[in-house]
């Protein structure tokens, strides 16, 4: 009832986007998020796009200083930002999971126990859903106040939940044990069309399939073994890569990890167009892909593999395959879309000279020895690490807020350990005026804080670290995971190349500007400068 209360009054005082009385409304909205794609994938790589990211890139407004000004660069966290124009101290989702106080176990961002699973084979149990997201989405207000009709159709539920936000008449993702699925927070029973579509479709087509360079290899830039690649699901680190049996766990995993993954999402994708009429109805609907095998390859082989490549030039004639359906079915000129991304990714510690991991248990160890020498007790004194962020156990940070002598020690312990650029605490963070810091790494950090979820104590890592010890990840305030393509095309849109900075908050208010949706109040800006006179 209270966020119901809030949404409703933040759309009744929203101020009427400004839009041209000449321009018709698009009747569909398409955001395309690409996990994991960082923004030099665009040029570093731009000579093996000849379809879909050089259509959109070529024809559409093109941001190349687009990126997250908060530190928290991670899947739930870009989607729900992208989707709702809030930055997380806005949205609350600061982490894909994090530790919960009150019930003293880690949590998802979209675990919900007040739904159930509604699967699409023959799975059951506790579903997912947006209530732990604390603004409204485009999509939602959309569908609230302009009667639009909302999909979103990810691998990952966190992925199609933050493109959808609380209401949708379809949020689909894949179970990890290879059934489709969403909750009952957004539908009472499987809905016709797509279980029609899914059995129709089987993923265990795939099944056997060989997924090998789509180009001669010369074409690919380094080696096809980089150093500290690790071949996932039973993987080698060389092409080909051979998918598994039909049924078995093993090859679903697999999959999800393969450009055949994309491929089955635009199809998806063109399933709702049909069974749903999007972009034929009065008003203007919403269609969310969220593109999660990129990322699955990169934690895996790294943002300079063969596997990323090929992955992107797949990817390419992906979205190519559905921008032609876009224009067949819904009309050239009669949807506007935006193509972004969640996060980047940093380089493989191992490919760099600089780099190495930070690991939790390292860092939890160095706060158990200081704590334990100033007479804190035996301990433990760490509840949990998620990320950067380390949670203590009850009454362990309030203690040591008000001992400046213990905190110090903690800082320069903490500081000495190898890739720890630096540490900061809750009351760093905390107060407003954090948020507009001169300070970069406070003023980033103090973007992703949401009090209640966040951590007591946070690492900063150094350039070239990552926390854990993952082939390579993401997460921090560094430029690669930070800086992320911003595409718009389609109606509406003004064509060209913009140097501007821009962030992936920008994206719900400028489509919702198009389409002439009143939006609540959000921290992006419309970008104008994309936007025909």
């Given at each position: 009832?209270?966020?119901?209360?809030?949404?409703?009054?933040?759309i009744?005082?929203?101020?009427?986007?400004?839009?041209?009385a000449?321009?018709?409304?698009?009747?569909?909205?398409?955001?395309?998020?690409?996990?994991?794609?960082?923004?030099?994938?665009?040029?570093?790589?731009?000579?093996?796009?000849?379809?879909?990211?050089?259509?959109?890139?070529?024809?559409?407004a093109?941001?190349?200083?687009?990126?997250?000004?908060?530190?928290?660069?991670?899947?739930?966290?870009?989607?729900?930002?992208?989707?709702?124009?809030?930055?997380?101290?806005h949205?609350?989702i600061?982490?894909?999971?994090?530790?919960?106080r009150?019930?003293?176990?880690?949590?998802?961002?979209t675990?919900d126990?007040?739904?159930?699973?509604?699967?699409?084979?023959?799975?059951?149990?506790?579903?997912?859903?947006?209530?732990?997201?604390?603004a409204?989405s485009?999509?939602?207000t959309?569908?609230?106040?302009?009667?639009?009709?909302?999909?979103?159709?990810?691998?990952?539920?966190?992925?199609?939940?933050?493109?959808?936000?609380?209401?949708?008449?379809?949020?689909?993702?894949?179970?990890?044990?290879?059934?489709?699925?969403?909750?009952?927070?957004?539908?009472?029973?499987?809905?016709?069309?797509?279980?029609?579509f899914?059995?129709?479709?089987?993923?265990?087509e795939?099944?056997?399939?060989?997924?090998?360079?789509?180009l001669?290899?010369?074409?690919?830039?380094?080696?096809?073994?980089g150093?500290?690649?690790?071949?996932p699901?039973?993987?080698?680190?060389?092409?080909?890569?051979?998918?598994?049996?039909?049924?078995?766990?093993?090859?679903?995993?697999?999959?999800?990890?393969?450009?055949?993954?994309?491929?089955?999402?635009?199809?998806?994708?063109?399933?709702?167009?049909?069974?749903?009429?999007?972009?034929?109805?009065?008003?203007?609907?919403?269609?969310?892909?969220?593109?999660?095998?990129?990322?699955?390859?990169?934690h895996?082989?790294?943002?300079?593999?063969?596997?990323?490549?090929?992955?992107?030039?797949?990817?390419?004639?992906?979205?190519?395959?559905?921008l032609?359906?876009?224009?067949?079915?819904?009309?050239?000129?009669?949807?506007?879309?935006?193509?972004?991304?969640?996060?980047?990714?940093?380089?493989?510690?191992?490919?760099?000279?600089?780099?190495?991991r930070?690991?939790?248990?390292?860092?939890?160890?160095?706060?158990?020895?200081?704590?334990?020498?100033?007479?804190?007790?035996?301990?433990p004194?760490?509840?949990?690490?998620?990320?950067?962020?380390?949670?203590?156990?009850?009454?362990?940070y309030?203690?040591?807020?008000?001992?400046?002598?213990?905190?110090?020690?903690?800082?320069?312990?903490?500081?000495?350990?190898?890739?720890?650029?630096?540490?900061l605490?809750?009351?760093?963070?905390?107060?407003?005026?954090?948020?507009?810091?001169?300070?970069?790494?406070?003023?980033?950090?103090?973007?992703?804080?949401?009090?209640?979820?966040?951590?007591?104590?946070?690492?900063?890592?150094?350039?070239?670290w990552?926390?854990?010890?993952?082939?390579?990840?993401?997460?921090?305030?560094?430029?690669?995971?930070?800086?992320?393509?911003?595409?718009?095309?389609?109606?509406?849109?003004?064509?060209?190349?913009?140097?501007?900075?821009?962030?992936?908050?920008?994206i719900?208010?400028?489509?919702?500007?198009?389409?002439?949706?009143?939006?609540?109040?959000?921290?992006?800006?419309?970008?104008?400068?994309?936007?025909?006179?």
């Open positions: 009832m209270r966020y119901a209360a809030l949404l409703l009054s933040l009744l005082i929203a101020p009427a986007p400004m839009r041209s000449q321009r018709a409304r698009p009747k569909l909205v398409v955001v395309l998020v690409a996990d994991q794609m960082r923004a030099d994938y665009l040029v570093r790589y731009g000579t093996l796009y000849e379809k879909g990211l050089k259509r959109l890139t070529a024809e559409g093109w941001f190349q200083n687009a990126a997250y000004p908060y530190m928290a660069t991670l899947t739930c966290v870009g989607h729900t930002t992208i989707g709702t124009g809030m930055l997380p101290y949205h609350g600061m982490q894909n999971a994090w530790y919960d009150a019930s003293g176990r880690n949590v998802t961002c675990e126990p007040g739904t159930t699973e509604i699967s699409y084979g023959s799975l059951s149990g506790t579903g997912d859903s947006a209530h732990r997201m604390l409204p485009l999509a939602e959309m569908k609230k106040t302009a009667k639009a009709r909302v999909v979103t159709i990810s691998l990952k539920a966190r992925s199609a939940i933050g493109l959808a936000g609380h209401d949708a008449d379809a949020v689909i993702w894949l179970d990890e044990r290879g059934a489709w699925e969403t909750s009952s927070a957004y539908a009472k029973e499987p809905l016709a069309w797509v279980a029609s899914v059995r129709a479709n089987p993923i265990d795939d099944a056997g399939k060989t997924w090998d360079r789509a001669p290899a010369d074409r690919y830039e380094g080696a096809d073994d150093p500290g690649e690790r071949g699901n039973g993987w080698t680190t060389t092409f080909p890569h051979r998918l598994g049996v039909a049924g078995d766990r093993g090859f679903y995993a697999q999959w999800t990890v393969s450009p055949y993954a994309d491929a089955y999402l635009a199809k998806f994708a063109e399933g709702a167009i049909d069974a749903l009429h999007l972009g034929k109805g009065e008003g203007t609907d919403f269609l969310g892909v969220s593109f999660s095998t990129l990322d699955l390859i990169g895996s082989y790294g943002p300079r593999s063969h596997e990323i490549q090929d992955e992107l030039i797949r990817l390419d004639r992906t979205i190519g395959r559905l032609d359906v876009l224009d067949q079915k819904v009309g050239a000129g009669n949807y506007v879309l935006a193509l972004s991304a969640d996060h980047g990714v940093a380089e493989i510690p191992d490919q760099t000279t600089d780099g190495g930070v690991l939790a248990n390292v860092v939890s160890n160095t706060i158990q020895a200081v704590l334990k020498d100033a007479s804190y007790g035996d301990g004194f760490v509840a949990a690490s998620t990320g950067s962020d380390v949670y203590l156990k009850p009454g362990v309030d203690r040591l807020q008000n001992d400046a002598k213990t905190l110090a020690a903690l800082r320069a312990a903490m500081s000495k350990l190898s890739g720890v650029a630096r540490v605490t809750a009351r760093d963070l905390a107060p407003a005026s954090a948020r507009t810091s001169k300070d970069p790494q406070i003023r980033a950090a103090a973007l992703s804080y949401v009090p209640g979820r966040s951590g007591d104590i946070f690492v900063i890592p150094k350039p070239n990552i926390m854990g010890a993952s082939v390579t990840t993401h997460g921090t305030a560094n430029t690669y995971d930070q800086r992320v393509p911003i595409v718009l095309f389609g109606a509406g849109i003004r064509p060209g190349v913009r140097q501007e900075a821009a962030m992936p908050a920008d719900a208010p400028t489509l919702a500007a198009i389409a002439g949706i009143r939006l609540s109040p959000v921290d992006g800006k419309v970008l104008t400068a994309a936007l025909e006179k």
